[in-house]
């Protein structure tokens, strides 16, 4: 066993997906599978690649300072369920 | 035992940049509910970040500023965690390559002048912020600060009390003011402070658990935050409850002037950092860094040490006036225009900073003309006005922001220090005073006192007081 | 009226030449969608008002004489995670059932400027997870050939819509073959741009880093015309780049293929690939031989580390990419909440289809505290592996052939309880996205059944043009019939 449903459980957490026992045990089991699958990875030796040295012409282009309004306020939140006076309504956030 | 506190500071400041971070809103303070947002800083799906050059700028200033050394390459990162202000549920910031590294800031300790180290400076972006309901079980979200670009300053934990970590935030403040990368108001939010504090034994070479201190909004309530929890701490080691303090999140109640915990480590946030697939590596070249030391402008200690060489003001007096940038530039224009700068100096660090508290104005909002105040200046030196006078000729000017000459107009504040006029009101008081004359003449010289008062009183205290004590001396004596 | 529905140039000269009106040739893709799209289920909505609104604006600027796009008259269909102004954009899923963007992705401005005509949103596997389009929150989309067998995914309904000539162009997004392989399942043409070539923004986010957009067509020259419209440097994608191309995709098509120098890796023939996947393949190469072209065997050892580096890194962006979908200003709100953590967690556990739960999962673990370098990390070096070693490769080489699929359609319903096993039929496609290379799936054969079998040829970064030209002669020399019954039905 490479993954515990304890495991499971906590990712699930992190993830904010709340699973039912069998979701859990069943996701266990194919992780199981999967992690075992891609155990190939740790045969590689990488010790030597640098993740932080990058391709030089790769460059983020950058945005100039000018700004602009999106304007149609009402068709930007035209997905949003709960708007009131232009804020978005959730239920009480406690801190 | 003798302890000794440990502080260090995480200091997050708005760039005062014309858009948002990664999109083209505007980042205008106090504009309708979410009314500077657009797809992209809400998070909409298929929308993606691209960064704002002013914002990689001003970062690069900050980091002169403050002596770093700016790091080359560099890369954005996710910080992953779900809080309904963060419309994609992840902060783009920046993790193992931050933008500036190793500086330093200077402060007074004691008699003493000491370094701060900052470990780091790394570009941000800001959440949206969240509105409770004082009735209902609700809260709102208004996403215009969503996005808004933050440099977060980490400081290394150098500081040994809260003095020395107000003055590393203050010093830092007016340094990013005088670059010009931030206005840092505190009470807007554009700069704000979160305090790590510890206590150990003198000689213990380990740091004990650290305390993190969040929801700080002023120098005040840092100095109290910090000041309340290594009361808390020294108490439990004394005690000898060390065991309670825990490395843990507590939030700074200013209201009941205690801080409380939020969150322990245990229960910490699993970030997941990894890098920014949306964007590719920025490339900081050379040129950008002589550009933007070029742009640097006289930075507080520079300035301190021309103001003393050049005004010969006292360091106390430096201290305050350049410690506010808009206070020194204020300063300085007031002496441009002709004003003494001893008593510009006195004229600004005393009526006028007590007045501005007064009326709970910003430096911003302040409604004086340089030129207008140095007019003042000028005109109580020459005697138009008396002394008296000029400050109520100040705190109208204050009021109302109208040049000094046309409220000394309206008020009839003039001095009156034409002879004769003076000397027809002398002959008048000596007149009707025969007693108080007579025990001048006799030798008692302080009766002088009481006529000069009929003088002023006489003249509705428009007499230059100078001008007519000699003149009624003279007149008596013949 | 019926329009022989042959493709994307056909259509487009029949408008030119005043053959036929976008009206007509509008009326007549509904017409065959009424037809065909009862059994292929190929189209999650159509927008058949907005359509009709379009090919009259485009009638009348011809009739104006003004200037007209690339794509005038042509009517297309665009998979569902490609947002558009107005228009549903549901991503196959319940977390975006009635979700209308307010922006146009920037593929769809280019293709409106191109005066090309958005007809309709293609089914897909949730969040353009699967390989099947069995995913879809919606509903199953039949392949063409063969109706009990899926079309492939995510792009199935874009592969399935071109492969029954309800249309001959329409846009997929592939982030590990997800164009490629239901472009083979369903015997038509799917190019996968180098990364950057093809802006990604209004594409919702699966992977961002392996994401692009690419056209399915019914032919390779159709492909290089799409392309054209959609290519270019855009503002909004801060990891778009600047190609060096010049004019069209199609010049140089009809160039020889002689001297052309292919790589086949012994690696894309291992075991578990089909042996009549592997006997087009072997036919393939024999083919682009007798065009002149060299064809060696190379090897490329860290591909066995690819498609777990793949799914490592994938699943990790989408764990990120997906968290934004809580509930709280757009999406699924679920039935019953009281506090906010659970409006967030039950909008996402009862919206979320199990793959795209099973991939978030997979890439929060991948990134969690604990497992970040033995995964995460991990992968991202063998990544950097992998590009190196395809870039020894193009030192030497111009093309690379491989198999898209290790496996043919399969029946609906065969895999979707072994998620594995599904993995693994993406193993020749994912180094592609890994490396950021283009690469074209074409039709090269048949099963004994009768099923499409594609392969796919894989160019240097930026090198579409050879891409384009060696299939394109392929293409021509191989002379398949590539017409279904659905098709055909259709066109009646
Ligand atoms: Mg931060
Ligand atoms: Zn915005």
Redesign the interface.
């Given at each position: 066993m490479k993954i515990k449903p304890e495991e499971v459980k906590y990712i699930a957490k992190l993830a904010k997906l709340n699973l039912s026992e069998n979701e859990i045990s069943q996701y266990t089991r194919e992780f199981d599978d999967i992690l075992e699958h891609f155990a190939v990875i740790a045969s590689y030796d990488v010790e030597k690649v640098d993740v932080n040295v990058f391709d030089e012409k790769q460059t983020s282009s950058l945005r100039e300072d000018d700004p602009t309004l999106f304007g149609d306020q009402e068709k930007l939140y035209q997905n949003t369920k709960t708007l009131k006076n232009g804020l978005i309504q959730v239920p009480k956030i406690l801190e | 035992m003798n302890w000794e506190t440990i502080i260090g500071l995480e200091v997050h400041v708005e760039l005062d940049t014309k858009t948002k971070i990664f999109c083209n809103c505007p980042t205008t303070f106090g504009s309708p509910p979410n009314r500077n947002t657009c797809p992209v800083c809400l998070g909409l799906p298929g929308t993606l970040p691209v960064l704002n050059e002013a914002v990689v700028e001003m970062a690069v200033k900050a980091g002169l500023a403050l002596n770093c050394e700016i790091q080359r390459t560099n890369k954005m990162d996710r910080k992953n965690y779900f809080y309904p202000d963060l419309p994609k549920a992840y902060q783009i910031s920046q993790y193992d390559l931050p933008i500036c590294t190793g500086g330093y800031v200077e402060i007074a300790s004691g008699e003493e002048v000491k370094r701060v180290r900052v470990h780091r400076i790394h570009i941000e972006e800001d959440a949206g912020k969240l509105l409770h309901d004082e009735e209902d079980p609700v809260s709102f979200i208004d996403y215009n600060r969503v996005g808004v670009p933050l440099i977060e300053i980490v400081s290394e934990a150098d500081m040994r009390s809260p003095e020395e970590a107000v003055a590393y935030l203050k010093a830092v403040r007016s340094i990013l003011q005088y670059a010009g990368v931030s206005d840092c108001r505190m009470e807007q939010g554009s700069l704000r402070c979160d305090g790590n504090i510890s206590v150990r034994p003198y000689g213990q070479d380990h740091f004990n658990a650290k305390v993190e201190l969040k929801n700080i909004n002023s120098f005040k309530e840092l100095q109290k935050a910090l000041e309340k929890e290594e009361k808390r701490q020294l108490e439990l080691y004394s005690f000898n409850e060390g065991e309670k303090v825990v490395q843990e999140t507590r939030r700074w109640d200013a209201a009941k002037g205690r801080t409380i915990s939020m969150r322990t480590k245990e229960d910490a946030h699993d970030y997941r950092y990894f890098p920014e697939p949306d964007l590719k590596p920025v490339y900081i070249e050379e040129e950008l860094i002589n550009k933007m030391e070029r742009q640097l402008p006289e930075l507080p200690d520079e300035k301190s040490r021309r103001f003393l060489k050049t005004y010969g003001l006292t360091p106390k007096e430096v201290e305050i006036l350049v410690g506010e940038m808009a206070l020194s530039q204020f300063y300085e224009e007031v002496v441009e225009s002709g004003a003494d700068p001893k008593a510009s100096a006195n004229w600004i660090l005393g009526d006028f900073l007590r007045s501005m508290k007064e009326m709970e104005l910003t430096a911003e909002e302040q409604p004086l003309k340089a030129e207008d105040l140095a007019k003042l200046i000028e005109l109580i030196e020459k005697g138009t006005i008396s002394g008296t006078a000029g400050r109520e000729v100040f705190d109208e000017m204050m009021e109302t922001g109208k040049p000094p000459e046309k409220i000394i107009q309206e008020k009839g504040l003039k001095q009156i220090s034409g002879q004769d006029e003076l000397q027809a009101i002398i002959e008048k008081v000596i007149a009707e005073n025969p007693a108080s004359v007579e025990d001048f003449k006799s030798g008692k010289k302080q009766a002088i006192g009481f006529l000069m008062g009929q003088v002023m009183k006489a003249s509705k205290g428009q007499a230059n007081p100078q001008v007519a004590k000699s003149m009624l001396e003279e007149t008596l004596i013949d | 009226m019926s329009i022989e529905m042959t493709n994307l140039k056909y259509q487009r000269d029949l408008w030119l030449k005043g053959e036929a009106s976008a009206k007509e040739l509008v009326e007549d893709a509904f017409r065959r969608i009424d037809v065909t799209d009862g059994k292929v289920n190929a189209y999650l909505h159509l927008c058949q008002d907005e359509a009709m609104e379009q090919a009259e604006k485009i009638d009348a600027k011809r009739s104006r004489g003004e200037k007209t796009g690339a794509l005038a008259g042509v009517p297309l269909a665009i998979k569902d995670?490609?947002?558009t102004d107005g228009v549903l954009?549901t991503?196959a899923s319940k977390m975006?059932k009635?979700?209308?963007?307010?922006?146009d992705?920037t593929v769809v401005r280019q293709v409106r400027e191109a005066d090309g005509i958005i007809i309709g949103k293609t089914n897909m596997d949730e969040f353009a997870m699967g390989s099947s389009t069995e995913n879809s929150a919606f509903k199953t989309t039949g392949n063409p050939w063969d109706l009990q067998r899926v079309p492939g995914g995510s792009s199935g309904g874009s592969a399935a819509a071109v492969a029954a000539e309800t249309v001959s162009l329409a846009l997929g997004s592939d982030t590990g073959g997800s164009i490629r392989q239901p472009a083979a399942f369903c015997g038509v043409v799917g190019l996968k741009p180098t990364y950057g070539l093809v802006s990604?923004?209004?594409?919702?986010?699966f992977?961002?880093?392996l994401d692009q957009i690419g056209p399915l067509t019914r032919n390779v020259e159709d492909s290089g015309l799409a392309l054209d419209a959609l290519v270019g440097y855009d503002?909004?994608?801060?990891?778009?780049?600047r190609a060096d191309q010049k004019g069209s995709y199609t010049v140089g098509m009809e160039e020889s293929l002689k001297g052309l120098k292919v790589a086949l890796p012994v690696e894309y023939q291992q075991e578990g690939l089909n042996p009549e996947i592997n006997e087009t393949l072997i036919k393939t190469a024999a083919e682009l031989k007798s065009l002149g072209a060299t064809v060696e065997s190379v090897s490329l050892p860290?591909s066995?580390?690819g498609?777990?580096?793949y799914?490592?890194i994938s699943s990790?962006?989408a764990?990120?990419n997906l968290?934004?979908?809580?509930g709280?200003?757009?999406?699924h709100?679920p039935e019953s909440?009281?506090?906010?953590e659970?409006?967030?967690?039950?909008s996402?556990?009862e919206a979320?289809g199990q793959e795209v739960?099973?991939r978030?999962?997979?890439g929060?673990?991948a990134?969690?505290?604990g497992y970040?370098d033995?995964?995460?990390?991990?992968?991202?070096?063998?990544r950097?592996?992998i590009r190196q070693q395809f870039e020894d490769i193009f030192r030497q080489y111009d093309i690379v052939l491989g198999p898209v699929s290790p496996i043919l359609p399969f029946v609906q319903g065969e895999k979707i309880d072994d998620?594995?096993a599904m993995?693994l039929g993406d193993v020749y496609t994912v180094d592609v996205n890994l490396a950021e290379l283009p690469a074209i799936s074409l039709p090269c054969g048949f099963s004994k059944e009768g099923l499409p079998v594609g392969m796919q040829l894989i160019g240097r970064h930026f090198g579409e043009q050879t891409l384009l030209r060696a299939a394109y002669q392929l293409e021509k020399s191989l002379n398949l019939d590539l017409r279904n019954t659905i098709g055909k039905e259709a066109s009646k």
């Open positions: - | - | 995670n490609i947002c954009t991503c975006l009635d979700f209308v963007p307010p922006y992705a990604r923004y209004g594409l919702v986010a992977a961002s880093s503002a909004l994608d801060a990891t778009s780049l860290y066995a580390a498609l777990s580096a799914y490592l990790a962006e764990s990120s968290a934004r979908f809580d709280v200003r757009y999406g709100r909440f009281e506090t906010l659970e409006l967030m967690v039950n996402r556990s979320f739960k099973r978030i999962m997979l929060t673990y990134l969690s505290s970040y033995a995964y995460y990390q991990r992968a991202q070096k063998l950097k592996m998620p594995l993995y």
